[in-house]
């Protein structure tokens, strides 16, 4: 695209244009203007043919500075876009990190363009709790095609100023201090602009595509404007303020015209006196869309989605990566565990096997044990023949009982003699004894000798024939002599 | 592969509810199942190895046990049981010999069986029967009273050194002199049964 630039300084264009200022650049329904301030006074540039799209405004831009032959390295850039929007946000006394919650929300939902959406708010009103909001956003897409189109031909942004923004700020300066609940029409480069403003601060803006004399739509436009601040702010309008209107004020007086509503009109605006006074005012710094942006990733309190998705997928990739370690570990684990369980298996054949021996070996004990209980040895057999040799001749066994016990063999030995009649010598038993003791069966514990008493006749009930025979009975016998042994072999 | 439409269908309600969050809350749910998984695993091979710890702890008590006992008494049982008379019919021979040992001897016997315990042990049944044994010198002509005592002793000698599978336990002996006619003995025989 060719552009034919027409310089319309407003002072000598060779003159002295100061480098410290920062030059403006309006971008404004395809018209581009620079404005140069300098000491000596300011230069005003506008290109010839429209730019209707971001690259064509960069090739003007690079237009002007080349006829300009300026070093031009910054500037502030007033733009007007069909995806620029300004809303009225209500908000509640909260901390500003819920109010930047709140705003971008209500930006999302009212925002008419697919993207992210840049924004920037002040209050409405002085009050800093609880008072409306004004907000300006913009895509996000945009701002960036900007600053890197610009930026492309060594032009760096320092503001990105919407223009509806400039023309609120400057209607009011022109409509005179505002104290009142006031609404401004102007005309500019073939759009009205309508501006509300409640107690001097801008509170709606409308830019209309509608030539400044067509004067029934213009008050169509008034009286719309009027009663949405009526019906839906809350805003009853008490002086109208009319600059550059044709005739304007004779399609809003009538029958219709609100009571109470004073109309002020003004001269026509230009697009220069504006620019001065943006250059002039602080205005590019309040409501800076470039400067929101640099505010969005620092200050904002939730992290943009794109952030979150970073985030999520960073930690999505971190956490596979731990996950296939744990499973790498896990299957260590699990390689140890069969190993292991091979080995149980192992053991609990030998715990069974040891089970078993001890179980036999138990029950073989039990069978020794009484085996052993019952095994003697042959002594007491033999004693008996000892005995026959050692007993004096008129003295006879008569009764032996062996019987096993569990240190041995318990004997015992009844004897008498083997003539009763026949007489014992006194030291019979002790001969014996003294025999055994020199033996090698010296056994015996206990011994014992004595006469086994006859049985006497006592009968239970007195007669006739048991008196007779007590008379008769002699003196008891003492009965034969008799010796017992006993002891315990082992 | 069955799993992936449900996979995907879960996948789908997570981002649903999570919105952007989702990635996270899928990175969570990764890391929490595989260190759940994990951790079960640690768990079992923890309790695998102590169970080990525990078998081989008993396996070297019943060693101990075992090697004590061959210790204290090593192949004795082998020795013991192989006197033992084997079977039903080794029993029967067994109180035949006593017998025909004690006809020769001139005794007459009777006995009389009493309850039999019984032992398992190498895989076999050992039983122990209670024998009371009622015998009397069988006279040898009018004045042969001699001897008997004589024979007894020759009786219960052979019986003791004769017979490994019968033990003695009460002898008494009732008579005069050397005439100890009669005689009742107390023996326990000892029966190796295989089981089937």
């Given at each position: 695209m060719t552009l034919k630039l027409r310089a319309t300084p407003s002072?000598?264009?060779?003159?002295?244009?100061?480098?410290?200022r920062i030059p403006v650049i309006c971008w404004l329904n395809g018209a581009v203007e620079v404005l140069i301030p300098g000491e000596g006074g300011r230069a005003h540039w506008k290109s010839a043919e429209p730019a209707n799209s971001p690259d064509s405004l960069a090739r003007a831009v690079r237009c002007i500075r080349v006829e300009l032959?300026?070093?031009?390295t910054k500037a502030i850039l007033v733009l007007s876009h069909g995806n620029l929007g300004l809303l009225q946000v209500e908000t509640p006394p909260a901390p500003e990190r819920t109010l930047q919650v709140l705003i971008a929300r209500e930006v999302e939902r009212q925002k008419n363009f697919s993207g992210e959406a840049t924004w920037v708010s002040r209050p409405?009103?002085?009050?800093?709790?609880g008072s409306p909001r004004t907000v300006h956003f913009c895509p996000t897409e945009l701002k960036g095609e900007l600053v890197s189109l610009l930026g492309a031909i060594g032009l760096s942004l320092c503001a990105i100023v919407p223009f509806s923004e400039v023309l609120v700020n400057v209607a009011s300066e022109i409509g005179g201090?505002?104290?009142?609940n006031q609404l401004v029409v102007a005309s500019l480069e073939g759009v009205v602009t309508l501006t509300l403003h409640d107690q001097g601060r801008p509170a709606l803006h409308r830019q209309i595509q509608?030539?400044?004399?067509?004067r029934e739509r213009v008050g169509q436009e008034i009286r719309r404007t009027l009663l949405f601040a009526s019906q839906h702010l809350g805003l009853d309008v008490n002086e109208l303020c009319l600059l550059g209107?044709?005739?304007?004020a004779e399609s809003v007086e009538g029958p219709r015209k609100p009571e109470g509503l004073v109309i002020r009109e003004g001269s026509s605006l230009g697009m220069k006196p504006w620019l001065e006074w943006i250059s002039r005012n602080g205005v590019a710094q309040e409501m800076n869309l470039l400067a929101a942006n640099r505010a969005e990733v620092g200050e904002r309190p939730v992290l943009s989605p794109r952030w979150i998705r970073i985030g999520g997928a960073s930690a999505l990739v971190v956490a596979l990566a731990l996950a296939i370690a744990l499973e790498r570990l896990g299957a260590v684990e699990r390689s140890t565990q069969k190993r292991l369980g091979q080995e149980q298996s192992v053991w609990a054949g030998h715990i069974e096997g040891a089970r078993k021996a001890a179980i036999r070996e138990e029950q073989r004990n039990v069978v020794r044990q009484k085996w052993a209980?019952?095994?003697?040895?042959?002594c007491p057999v033999r004693l008996i023949l000892v005995l026959g040799e050692i007993l004096p001749e008129p003295v006879v066994l008569t009764n032996v009982q062996i019987s096993g016990e569990s240190n041995g063999w318990r004997v015992r030995l009844t004897g008498t003699a083997r003539d009763r009649t026949a007489s014992i010598p006194g030291d019979t038993l002790s001969r014996v004894n003294l025999a055994l003791s020199e033996?090698?069966?010296?056994?015996?514990?206990r011994a014992g000798e004595g006469h086994a008493q006859a049985a006497q006749v006592r009968p239970q009930v007195e007669s006739n024939w048991s008196r007779r025979l007590q008379e008769r009975a002699t003196a008891p016998d003492p009965g034969p002599w008799r010796f017992q042994l006993e002891g315990v072999l082992p | 592969m069955s799993q992936l439409p449900f996979l995907a269908a879960a996948l789908n309600a997570m981002r649903a509810r999570m919105g952007v969050l989702w990635p996270l809350a899928l990175a969570l749910l990764v890391v929490m199942t595989s260190a759940g998984r994990w951790v079960e695993s640690v768990r079992t091979t923890e309790r695998i190895t102590r169970s080990l710890i525990e078998a081989e702890r008993e396996v070297g008590s019943l060693e101990r046990t075992i090697g004590g006992g061959e210790d204290r008494a090593p192949d004795r049982f082998e020795q013991t049981v192989a006197g033992f008379a084997a079977g039903e019919e080794g029993a029967k021979a067994l109180l035949n010999d006593l017998l025909k040992l004690g006809a020769n001897a001139g005794w007459i016997m009777t006995p009389v069986f009493g309850r039999e315990e019984s032992m398992t042990a190498d895989g076999m049944r050992i039983e122990r029967i209670p024998v009371e044994l009622e015998c009397v010198s069988r006279p040898?002509?009018?004045?042969?009273?001699?001897g008997a005592t004589e024979r007894w002793i020759g009786l219960s000698e052979a019986i003791l050194?004769?017979?490994?599978?019968i033990q003695i336990q009460r002898l008494v002996m009732s008579g005069?002199?050397?005439?100890?006619r009669k005689c009742h003995m107390s023996l326990l025989f000892w029966v190796r049964l295989w089981e089937p």
């Open positions: 002072h000598d264009p060779s003159g002295d244009v100061s480098r410290d032959g300026l070093p031009m409405r009103s002085e009050e800093q709790d201090a505002v104290r009142a509608v030539s400044s004399s067509d209107g044709g005739r304007w209980e019952n095994q003697r040895s042959t033996s090698p069966w010296g056994w015996i514990t | 040898r002509g009018a004045d042969d009273t001699d050194e004769g017979f490994p599978s005069e002199g050397r005439g100890l």
